[in-house]
Structures are given as C-alpha cells and as structure tokens.
C-alpha cells in the first residue's frame, strides 16, 4: 500500500526555522516528482514546492522562494522541506503528495494518496 508520512512540524516562532520529513513507501519514489502542499483553516490547499524524481528541478511557490528549499532522499525514499525565515502566514498543516509541476505554478498530480500531513504553527 501507498503510504506518505509526513512529520516534522510543530510550534516556532516567527524567523524560525522547521525540517519537514516525509517518509515514503508501497512505490517506487524515484519514479515520481513529489511535493509539499499546505492547507490552513478556512483556505484552499496550496502547492508550496515540487521536486522532480532525480532532483534536476524543482518548483517553489513565491510566497517562499527564498525561504523554502525542498530536496529528496531517493536511497531512503524520503522528501524534505527545510523552511527557513518563518511567518505566521506559514501556519497550516502541511501535506505531502505527488505532484507536476511547471515554471509557473504546481499541481497534485499522480498517486491518490495524501496521508495525515503535519501541522506547522509560526506564533510568537
């Protein structure tokens, strides 16, 4: 079975920094670009960042360029999210997923499944 288990988040205050782990597994992880996605109470799920099967290209939404840097693991099927410089707009439960993604914009894409995310709160 597909499984993704993201973990990682928690309390920080603003200007912290966080390490999202996701930690995957029932499929081949190289095979799949794959991502993070963010969703807080009230609001739309967004992409924040995609990473390509081999790592050659990635995608980060504006909102964190600068301040997020995804990256992957394919040895030990695992994708990360180091998050860097954090506001209070950052708080969400955040989700990781496969995904596709262009120059512009970024998409759930692939594998049906999402996982129970994790919850990252940016409050002094």
């Known amino acids: 079975d597909v499984q993704l288990q993201a973990s990682g988040g928690g309390l920080v205050q603003p200007g912290g920094s966080l390490r999202l782990s996701c930690a995957a597994s029932g499929f081949t992880f190289s095979d799949y670009s794959i991502g993070w996605f963010r969703q807080a109470p009230g609001k739309e799920r967004e992409g924040v960042s995609c990473i390509s099967g081999s790592s050659g290209s990635s995608y980060v939404v504006d909102s964190a360029k600068g301040r997020f840097t995804i990256s992957r693991d394919n040895a030990k099927n695992t994708l990360y999210l180091q998050m860097d410089s954090l506001k209070p707009e950052d708080t969400a439960r955040y989700y990781c997923?496969?995904?596709?993604?262009?120059?512009?914009?970024?998409?759930?894409?692939?594998?049906?499944?999402w996982g129970k995310g994790t919850q990252v709160t940016v409050s002094s």
């Open positions: 997923a496969t995904c596709r993604f262009s120059r512009m914009n970024m998409r759930y894409y692939g594998l049906d499944y």
